[in-house]
């Protein structure tokens, strides 16, 4: 049995990708913050980086809560997308 298998990684996989989203919502509102208590600009080098963590947290974290360890799976690919041989006969 692999690790991402067990019941435990299952749960803890979950509750971290439920972090993650807490973390972006954090992030979302403190930029949200900044952007309105400012007047109009260009962006600065926090709210990038406040963007970026939001962005990052976000997708992660659903990833982990609503695909969870089957995100670790096999799966079958298709011989078109397989690596191709092409220069074999050109020797």
Same mark, same amino acid.
């Given at each position: ?7 435990a990684?299952?749960?803890c996989?979950? #509750?971290a990708?439920a972090i993650?989203?807490? #973390?972006?919502?954090?992030?979302v509102?403190?930029l949200?913050?900044?952007?309105h208590?400012t ?8 709210m ?10 976000g ?11 089957k995100?670790?799976d096999t799966?079958?690919v298709?011989?078109r997308?397989q690596?191709a041989?092409?220069y074999?006969?050109?020797?």
């Open positions: 049995m692999k690790w991402h298998e067990t019941q990684a299952n749960m996989l979950r #509750l990708g993650l989203v807490g #973390l972006a919502m954090l992030a509102s403190h949200h913050a900044i952007a208590s007047s109009a600009h260009e962006a600065s080098a926090v990038m980086f406040l963007a970026a963590v939001t962005f990052w947290c997708s992660v974290g659903s990833a982990l809560v609503i695909v969870g360890p995100l670790w799966v079958q298709s011989q997308w690596k041989d092409r074999k006969d050109q020797g």
